[in-house]
């Protein structure tokens, strides 16, 4: 029987329309890198096009003071759901866990980031710096979309 990973969410409310933050994280995620500068550095793509599945970027983001990498695949978007999956494929976060995903779910009112991840050993922590990282990401995005 196969382990199924672990998972931890962040949940933020937000205020403008679900439609257009998801679209934000599906075709304009490098933009976070204006919209939160202390925490994304650089996002770039590397493979595939921007808001579609298959397209792989090089994200540089600071969590805990400290400068990461991580080479992130959008694995699934369902439009109809409002819902991407991001896998990391390679990175820092992967010394602490075999496997890691982030999945973004929106509607109305709300942003939901559920993180799965698969411990290295049993003293690995779950990733709980991601849920910050993630409601201020999404507190300053909905705060940037609802003025432009």
Do not use: H
Request: aromatic share 10%; hydrophobic share 45%; with cysteine.
């Amino acid at each position: 029987m196969a382990n199924r990973p672990d998972s931890v969410d962040a949940i933020c409310p937000i205020r403008s329309p679900a439609e257009k933050f998801y679209n934000f994280f599906k075709n304009n995620m490098n933009e976070l890198v204006n919209i939160f500068p202390a925490a994304f550095t650089e996002v770039k793509v590397l493979e595939g096009e921007e808001g579609s599945v298959g397209c792989v970027k090089q994200w540089t983001y600071v969590l805990g003071g400290i400068t990461l990498t991580a080479k992130v695949l959008i694995e699934a978007i369902d439009d109809a759901a409002k819902s991407i999956t991001f896998t990391v494929q390679e990175g820092d976060v992967l010394q602490l866990y075999k496997s890691f995903k982030a999945i973004l779910s929106v509607s109305e009112g709300s942003a939901k980031w559920t993180f799965e991840y698969e411990k290295t050993n049993l003293l690995t922590p779950p990733p709980e710096l991601y849920i910050p990282l993630a409601i201020t990401a999404s507190t300053l995005v909905d705060a940037y979309l609802l003025i432009n």
